[in-house]
Nanobody, 119 residues
Framework: QVQLVESGGGSVQPGGALRLSCAAS????????MAWYRQAPGEQRELVAS???????NYADSVKGRFIISRDNAKNTVFLQMNSLKPEDTAVYYC?????????????WGRGTQVTVSS
């Protein structure tokens, strides 16, 4: 069993910044890709950014140059630094991790954290 717990969401004005964190715990042998997704009301969940175990990153075009994903492998934690936030960044942000447990590799999801960008 693997649990992902997000933190760091909240409300901010346009142009502001937030830092999200997601810590994985449980019967983890190894974690491969980690990622952040988001889902706005009435929209499908979309990939925001991902990072491999070796640190290779990938970003959605809408956040390139503004968001930075990073991870601490020793603590099984992934971060998302969000700068120059825009109202269209408002969404519930979900952490995702591909984790190896004793039996197999499976994707796991956090419960989400709300980010609201509004003046």
């Amino acid at each position: 069993q693997v649990q992902l717990v997000e933190s760091g969401g909240g409300s901010v004005q346009p142009g502001g910044a937030l830092r999200l964190s997601c810590a994985a715990s449980g019967s983890i042998s190894s974690i491969y890709n980690m990622a952040w997704y988001r889902q706005a009301p009435g929209e499908q969940r979309e990939l925001v950014a991902s990072i491999t175990g070796g640190g290779r990153t990938n970003y959605a075009d809408s956040v390139k140059g503004r968001f930075i994903i990073s991870r601490d492998n020793a603590k099984n934690t992934v971060f998302l630094q969000m700068n120059s936030l825009k109202p269209e960044d408002t969404a519930v942000y979900y952490c995702n991790a591909q984790a190896l447990t004793s039996r197999s590799i499976n994707p796991y999801w956090g419960r989400g954290t709300q980010v609201t960008v509004s003046s």
